[in-house]
């Protein structure tokens, strides 16, 4: 593992005030790009008189001292971890797992390691290294890290162009469970939207009306209903894209409960919940979804395998607070 050189502190003089501060790192160590100090800056690794400063934009300060910590390179490929696994299944071709919320997926900016490819990099070995790419090893489907639920990871090539092959052709059986605020009608149904990146918000997806996003069908049948202000739903995807089942409900009106990304506001409809009810939904500290079912023929066998799982611990305490 290599690390880049640490540049040494700067103070800023009157004739370094006003300009950008990533500019004016980058000119003062001459060795980063500007956009190199940016990321890292926002990733908050500059020290301005020791508090860290986010903002690549801010403008300087004379007699301020400025200094950037560079972290250590990540490596190439992901490592292997000990972290435990809750496996439901798992052959020479394939693993299922209940995945925790709370858990990313696969290693990314900002998550380099401690992530699902980690521990199936643990768990598995080095068989498992290279399987359908060098930063996803067998990977061929993803839940957001907040998203609890079953998920499945290739060990072999047959297995994962297979089961990505199953999941381009929507060949799955999947279904999940949400908890969202509102009551939906009529009770069952469908949203369907196309989804694209929110252009007002890179980090948001959003349903896109004049072109440019992806097909999205989702289906939904209410379980329960709680208090006129809550909806305890079953969801069902006919096409998968990023952050479906969340944008689909926001764009309807109905946001999950603790979606952190598409609830930005406290609802209408927690008006009419009891304090203690009310209380359960509007501190719940993560989007209510599980991925409660997963179906998939095995690429090998070609037996129909079938996998279900109960939502964990703090959103049964949800359903049992706002009940």
């Known amino acids: 593992m290599t690390q880049d050189i640490q540049p040494a502190p700067v103070i800023a003089t009157v004739g370094d005030a006003g300009q950008r501060t990533d500019r004016f790192m980058a000119d003062t160590i001459g060795t980063l790009s500007r956009s190199r100090i940016k990321s890292l800056m926002e990733a908050g690794h500059l020290l301005r008189d020791g508090v860290v400063l986010r903002d690549p934009a801010d403008p300087v300060r004379a007699g301020m001292r400025y200094e950037l910590r560079v972290p250590a390179a990540a490596p190439a490929t992901p490592q292997g971890q000990d972290i435990a696994l809750d496996v439901l299944f798992e052959d020479r071709d394939l693993i299922v797992i209940d995945k925790p919320a709370g858990l990313v997926v696969h290693p990314a900016p900002g998550n380099e390691d401690g992530t699902l490819v980690n521990a199936l990099l643990g768990h598995c070995g080095d068989s498992l290294t290279g399987i359908g790419g060098e930063r996803r090893p067998g990977i061929v489907h993803r839940l957001d890290k907040d998203t609890s639920g ?57 349903v896109i009306s004049n072109g440019g996003g992806k097909h999205a069908l989702t289906h939904y049948r209410t379980l329960d209903a709680f208090h006129g202000s809550l909806s305890h739903v079953e969801c069902k995807l006919a096409t998968g894209r990023t952050h479906q089942i969340r944008v689909h409900f926001a764009h309807a009106g109905h946001a999950l409960v603790g979606d952190p990304t598409y609830l930005r506001r406290i609802p209408a409809a927690a008006r009419g919940l009891p304090a203690d009810a009310r209380a359960a939904a509007l501190d719940f500290p993560r989007q209510a979804l599980h991925a409660a079912r997963l179906g998939f023929v095995h690429p090998r066998t070609g037996e129909h395998l079938l996998f279900e799982t109960q939502p964990p611990r703090d959103f049964q305490d949800l359903l049992a607070a706002i009940g």
């Open 150 to 206: 079953v998920m499945v990871a290739a060990k072999t090539e047959l297995a994962h162009q297979a089961l990505s092959a199953a999941f381009a052709s929507r060949d799955i059986e999947r279904a999940y469970q949400a908890v969202c605020w509102g009551v939906l009608t009529p009770t069952a149904g469908s949203f369907e939207g196309a989804i694209g990146r929110d252009r007002r918000d890179r980090k948001r997806m959003a």
